[in-house]
């Protein structure tokens, strides 16, 4: 069991741990200071529930999904727990998501460029040639309008360079909210991913 801001989960085996790395607490943080009542937010690769859980307590119209249906069944189970309501989907990306706009979209992708051979390293790797990035930016504009905020956690350790890059040839940037020292890769960071502006 794992508790923050109020909220306890259980994490099943395989399922990202959001107290042993600093980036759900990151995102979660960032989430306490928005205004998110009667907001429709999606988080995509949702683990344990926790950050979606924090946000229905909130008032928040929730979608979670993850890849992986070990992390659905958990954070059914722990949304149950915490006596909160979520729409709860497996989906690779926004493959099994019903077209919609939504008012947050929040991302802790898998962000280190490597193949993916089982269900535990979904929430790690993003496959050897970023597919998993590719696969975001070339469907993210079809889910957000244009007051949406869409929200990623990065870490130095991923390759940046290329991650923006991929972003940008769908029309994106990133705007850097704020870095934080961490364990492992040395940084984490919180972007907002935004529309290029011509």
Known sequence: QYCYLGVTVNVFPGVFHPGFFYSSKFL????????????????????????????????????????????????KLNAENNNVSLTLLKSDVFDQIEQQVFDWIIINPPYYAKAIKSNDELAWHCGENFEYFQKLFGSLSDFIHPDS?????????????????????????????????????????????????N
Request: glycine share 8%; charged share 25%.
């Open 28 to 75: 979660a943080d960032l989430l306490q200071k928005q205004s998110v009542q009667n907001k429709s937010l999606l988080e995509l690769g949702c683990g344990t529930g926790l950050i979606s859980i924090l946000c229905a307590r909130r008032g928040a119209h929730v979608t979670a999904s993850d890849i992986n249906p070990t992390a659905v069944e958990n954070a």
């Open 149 to 197: 905020n869409v929200v990623m956690v990065l870490t130095l350790g991923s390759e940046l360079d290329k991650i923006f890059e991929i972003a940008r040839k769908n029309g994106f940037e990133f705007e850097m909210l704020e870095e934080r020292s961490v364990l492992f890769d040395g940084k984490d960071f919180l972007y907002r991913v935004k529309k290029i502006r």
